[in-house]
């Protein structure tokens, strides 16, 4: 555990920022999430929720400022990257299964090329977590196969599969049809019941009043609001985040 | 199968050939005789060319798995996100591909031994020369390959806290062979035909020992005419291989 680092935090952000060429995507951010914590972030696009999340994970680098994961400080390092990357699971918007690979394969590689779990074990695994999101009857086919709510379920089971500490989630609903949202919620919802320490960027705020221990609202790169869900709801301080409420709530 | 229906499409392609040189036979001068499989002579000319084709094989196979592994190692660092690492990439691409792959065995032959002080055969000589020149165009078409792979597979790679060589080797790399099996197809049909540049330098293969016999039996378009054919079925059946295992490969995928 790193000296410099409360020792109740499993992440924590010092005044990150990052530039995308002249475009600040994060200013100064300051976050940190105990273990079991459950953070939604939301905001507008382009406000620097996926940036951040992907920071934690080192999948963009950070310019100023420093993260901690666990007390490893993210640097160049690799070891430090994937000392933190072990602990990190991560679902994209897109899925990203390989297209090539069985689900089971999909589940399997990680536990094998990187846990080195024997084939056996990794396949038990997978099956235990297959079960967990509710489709091990679809273990043999390939993702293009599945509908988009079983594609981004396997690549649930994908990351826990490698048994992280952290769960990232960066709009794991957006490019889902409508009737495939709630399945997906839910094996989060399942997860988030485990004690899995989770940040969660989506706009769903259904799930966010649901689950979420805190809520983040994000603008221009900044972290303008942070509040649990009671207080965030029904008193949001900021002008910024009263519109935004407003205008995804009205429907 | 379906490489049956491509063979038999290649075998009228041939018959309508053999008939159309019948046909302009009737002005020309043909003397079928020197490779007719009814005269002991015509036998052994035959055999004699025919044999050239165990060479053309072993020297193009030879060359492109070379030229494939080559050719991924120099795609590689043109993928690097870092100039200097690229420029190894650009500067071994630009230099080889501008030579002339007969003007390559030449060097590789009669130049290299003298630069090396080594004594090179014809075999190795021809395979290095060709090996070298085709490595270039893998090496572009390996990278484009790469590239054509969408970034959220690397990012789940990274993910998973795969490394490098097991993204590139279970990800990325059985993905990108299935999109650059076309132009890899290209080019082991390219190389089938450039092999009968080796010939210049003495190699045994089927340009070659048809060159020679038309030297011993003046029977220059009989002799071509064959040589002409050989090429042909050759690089049916090595397209129709091509074809089947593409096919082969997207069933496994099921997109």
């Known amino acids: 555990m790193n000296a410099m680092t409360p020792s109740n935090q499993l992440i924590v952000l010092e005044d990150v920022s990052k530039m995308f060429g002249d475009f600040q995507a994060l200013k100064d951010v300051n976050l940190t999430v105990k273990p079991g914590e459950k953070v939604v972030v939301c905001g507008p696009s382009g406000s620097g929720k996926s940036t951040m999340i992907r920071c934690i994970n080192r999948l963009e680098r950070h310019e100023r400022g420093r993260i901690f994961v666990d007390g490893v400080e993210l640097t160049d390092k690799r070891t430090d990257i994937d000392a933190v990357r072990g602990e990190v699971g991560m679902v994209f918007q897109q899925f990203n299964l390989f297209p090539h690979l069985t689900v089971l394969e999909n589940l399997t590689l990680g536990p094998l090329r990187v846990r080195k779990l024997s084939k056996a074990d990794a396949e038990a695994r997978a099956m235990d977590y297959l079960a967990k999101v509710h489709i091990p009857e679809q273990a043999q086919k390939y993702p293009s196969q599945l509908s988009g709510?079983?594609?981004?379920?396997?690549?649930?089971?994908?990351?826990?599969?490698?048994?992280?500490?952290?769960?990232?989630?960066?709009?794991?609903?957006?490019?889902?049809?409508?009737?495939?949202?709630?399945?997906?919620?839910?094996?989060?919802?399942?997860?988030?019941?485990?004690?899995?320490?989770?940040?969660?960027?989506?706009?769903?705020?259904?799930?966010?009043?649901?689950?979420?221990?805190?809520?983040?609202?994000m603008d221009a790169g900044e972290i303008v609001e942070k509040a649990p869900p009671e207080t965030f709801f029904t008193k949001p301080r900021s002008e910024r985040c009263q519109t935004f409420l407003q205008k995804i709530l009205a429907h | 199968m379906n490489i049956f229906k491509h063979i038999s499409t290649a075998r009228t392609a041939l018959l309508i050939l053999l008939f159309g040189f019948a046909v302009s036979g009737c002005s020309a001068n043909w003397g079928w005789y020197v490779v007719s499989p009814s005269t002991e002579?015509?036998?052994?000319?035959?055999?004699?060319?025919?044999?050239?084709?165990?060479?053309?094989?072993?020297?193009?196979?030879?060359?492109?798995?070379i030229s494939v592994v080559v050719g991924l190692l120099i795609a590689l660092p043109g993928l690097s996100e870092k100039r200097p690492v690229r420029a190894i990439n650009r500067v071994y691409v630009e230099l080889v591909r501008a030579v002339p792959i007969l003007v390559l065995i030449l060097w590789v032959y009669y130049g290299l031994p003298q630069i090396a002080d080594i004594s090179i055969s014809v075999f190795w000589a021809g395979v290095?020369?060709?090996?070298?020149?085709?490595?270039?165009?893998?090496?572009?078409?390996?990278?484009?390959?790469?590239?054509?792979?969408?970034?959220?597979?690397?990012?789940?790679?990274?993910?998973?806290?795969?490394?490098?060589?097991?993204?590139?080797?279970?990800?990325?790399?059985?993905?990108?062979?299935?999109?650059?099996?076309?132009?890899?197809?290209?080019?082991?049909v390219y190389m089938l035909k450039m092999s009968s540049l080796v010939s210049v330098i003495g190699m045994q293969e089927l340009t070659r020992r048809a060159n020679e016999l038309v030297v011993t039996e003046y029977r220059p378009l009989e002799v071509y005419t064959i040589l002409v054919l050989e090429y042909l079925v050759l690089i049916l059946i090595v397209s129709a291989g091509v074809r089947w295992l593409e096919r082969r490969l997207r069933s496994d995928e099921r997109q």
């Not at chain 1, 500490?165 to 949202?181: G, K, Q, V």
């Not at chain 2, 002579?41 to 492109?64: C, D, E, M, P, V």
């Open chain 1, 149 to 217: 709510g079983q594609q981004q379920r396997v690549a649930i089971a994908r990351s826990l599969c490698m048994e992280p500490r952290i769960m990232l989630f960066d709009e794991p609903t957006s490019a889902l049809d409508p009737e495939m949202i709630s399945e997906v919620l839910d094996v989060m919802s399942d997860l988030a019941e485990t004690g899995m320490t989770m940040i969660v960027v989506t706009h769903e705020m259904g799930f966010a009043r649901r689950v979420a221990d805190t809520m983040v609202f």
């Open chain 2, 41 to 65: 002579q015509g036998r052994i000319n035959l055999g004699f060319l025919l044999g050239g084709l165990k060479y053309t094989l072993a020297l193009s196979i030879t060359a492109i798995a």
């Open chain 2, 128 to 188: 290095i020369a060709l090996a070298l020149s085709d490595s270039a165009f893998q090496a572009e078409i390996f990278r484009a390959g790469i590239q054509s792979i969408d970034k959220g597979q690397h990012e789940a790679a990274q993910s998973i806290s795969l490394n490098y060589t097991d993204t590139m080797r279970y990800v990325i790399l059985p993905q990108a062979l299935r999109r650059i099996l076309p132009p890899l197809g290209n080019q082991l």
